[in-house]
Each structure stands twice: as C-alpha cells, then as structure tokens.
C-alpha cells in the first residue's frame, strides 16, 4: 500500500502534548510518501470458543518533516518554514500477536506485539537514525471478564509497556547572555548526547471494572460501571525533565553561591483515577 500525506504533525521532542501543530504541504515542504507491507493470518479453534491472530508489517517513509535542532514553536515568526527541517526518512516495523477466548463465562485475550520505528534526517542527530519518539519495542496486553452472573460481570486489564526513548544529557555549560537592562549574567544549558539514546522507565498497569446490567422499568436495557485506573498507583512518567531543584525554577550561578548539580526528574499523571458511569440504551443494545 502506498499514500501520500500533505500535512505534517510537528511536535516538541518530550512534551508532545503541550506543543502539537499541523503544517501543511508547501513549496519548500513535500508531502510525505509511505509505503507498507502488511501479511495477516487468522484462525479459530476448539468449536469458535478460541481465536488467534498473527501478523506482520514493515512501513518506510520519506519527506518527513520536523523541527530544526534548536526550535520548539513557531510563535511570533512569520517565516516559520524556515524552522522547519525537511526530507526526513522513516521506517517502521513489527509482529503481532493476539489470542482470544469468545464463548464462556471467562472470557479475555493476550496480546504482544514487537514494533520499531526510527528517524533520520541530514542536519539532525549527526545524520544518523534514532528512534522515534513513539518507538516502544515491547507491548503485552492482558484482559479477562468473569461473568458472575446475568448481572454482575468483573473485568481486569493488565498492560505493559517498553518506556519512551528519551535525549539524556551528558553535562551542563554555562553561557553568558544580556538581559534587557544591559546587566550580565550566567545562563545554563545542557549537553544533549545523541537523540533519543536514552529510554525511560517501564511502563505498566493495572485496570479493574465491575459491571451491573439490569432493566428500568419502562423495560429498557441499562448498565451501572464502576472502574479504577492503574490500581496499584504505579507511577508511570509522561516525561522527564532535568533540573536543579524539585521545583518549576532553576537556581543560577552567580558570585555568592556555587554551581548547582542537575537531576533528572520525572512528572506522572493520574496514579489512581476511580470512577464511574451510567448507560441506558434506548433501542437496544
């Protein structure tokens, strides 16, 4: 399969969240071009009460687009092109695997799957390919469903998951700069090593949900949920970043204090999160 994109997702490396824009295809930006190959093999088994699946891709890529080495937005720049770094080339590749049990009172699946998927472009990393940002190499998915009875039906998910790949700093230096009022100081910068040649911790949960299905009385279909995510408050990172307090601000240098060693931090987003919802269905379900 073949297709061509014309727009192109560009994002801050590490706060993919806080910084996604969309930019269109131009005359100095080409469409970016993908190819992929995909194989897929499916089977049942014992009477239909077990399902398997396996397959397999590989996908390469050519004009991506990215931010140039140096730059994370584009406000307040007319000529944004120009902080734009073309011709990118990616491949991305994996196997899949799932297992599922379709009939019964316990039924689930089990998944894994090994993908990779990397980036190269001229001016950026030296030239040479890194991982994307989203390459996870291990993903392994765990789900059961009990149904105690025609009521109540309890549900587990347990995921695991290879941690995102990271730019890990190798030193710090400190650079002189102006401020606005013409008084000098000491601004701090990182020593970055090679992109994305760092991986953050593991990732991992675990997911549980209980389930009531009962009729209203005007004979309609509805169901009461209970849920808790990442029962055992595992704190999982949504990014790192480097500092050299606890805090959101950085502790300069200057003539009464001496240099402040950096430490890695990590930032997590909802250890444990329980709630619950309500569903009537109004022409069945």
Not at 33 to 49: H, I, N, R
Not at 77 to 101: C, H, M, P, Q, S
Not at 126 to 141: A, K, L, M, V
């Given at each position: 399969?073949?297709?061509?994109?014309?727009?192109?997702?560009?994002?801050?490396?590490?706060?993919?969240?806080?910084?996604?824009?969309?930019?269109?295809?131009?005359?100095?930006?080409?469409?970016?071009?993908?190819?992929?190959?995909?194989?897929?093999?499916?089977?049942?088994?014992?009477?239909?009460?077990?399902?398997?699946?396996?397959?397999?891709?590989?996908?390469?890529?050519?004009?991506?687009?990215?931010?140039?080495?140096?730059?994370?937005?584009?406000?307040?720049?007319?000529?944004?092109?120009?902080?734009?770094?073309?011709?990118?080339?990616?491949?991305?590749?994996?196997?899949?695997?799932?297992?599922?049990?379709?009939?019964?009172?316990?039924?689930?699946?089990?998944?894994?799957?090994?993908?990779?998927?990397?980036?190269?472009?001229?001016?950026?990393?030296?030239?040479?390919?890194?991982?994307?940002?989203?390459?996870?190499?291990?993903?392994?998915?765990?789900?059961?469903?009990?149904?105690?009875?025609?009521?109540?039906?309890?549900?587990?998910?347990?995921?695991?998951?290879?941690?995102?790949?990271?730019?890990?700093?190798l030193g710090k230096q400190y650079v002189p700069a102006i401020t606005e009022e013409g008084e000098l100081y000491m601004y701090e910068c990182l020593i970055y090593g090679p992109r994305n040649s760092g991986r953050m911790k593991d990732y991992h949960r675990l997911d549980l949900a209980l389930t009531y299905e009962y009729k209203t009385k005007k004979g309609r279909d509805a169901t009461w949920s209970f849920s808790i995510y990442n029962a055992y408050f595992r704190q999982n990172p949504f990014f790192y970043y480097y500092n050299n307090t606890p805090y959101d601000y950085f502790l300069y240098p200057s003539t009464s204090n001496n240099s402040y060693a950096l430490k890695l931090y990590q930032v997590s987003y909802f250890p444990f999160l329980a709630s619950f919802s309500y569903k009537v269905y109004f022409g069945g379900k």
């Open positions: 399969m073949t297709s061509t994109q014309y727009s192109h997702l560009i994002f801050t490396s590490g706060s993919i969240m806080n910084n996604e824009v969309w930019i269109p295809s131009g005359e100095n930006i080409n469409p970016a071009k993908v190819t992929q190959y995909s194989a897929e093999w499916e089977s049942d088994f014992l009477g239909g009460k077990l399902a398997m699946t396996i397959g397999g891709y590989y996908k390469s890529s050519t004009d991506l687009a990215t931010y140039k080495d140096g730059f994370t937005n584009f406000v307040g720049d007319d000529n944004w092109a120009a902080k734009v770094e073309t011709g990118g080339i990616g491949r991305a590749y994996g196997v899949e695997f799932l297992l599922r049990k379709k009939a019964g009172r316990f039924t689930g699946f089990v998944s894994y799957s090994y993908a990779r998927s990397f980036r190269k472009y001229a001016n950026i990393n030296d030239g040479n390919e890194f991982p994307y940002d989203f390459d996870r190499p291990h993903n392994f998915n765990i789900a059961a469903n009990y149904r105690i009875n025609e009521k109540f039906t309890l549900s587990a998910t347990w995921t695991y998951q290879t941690g995102l790949p990271y730019t890990p700093a």
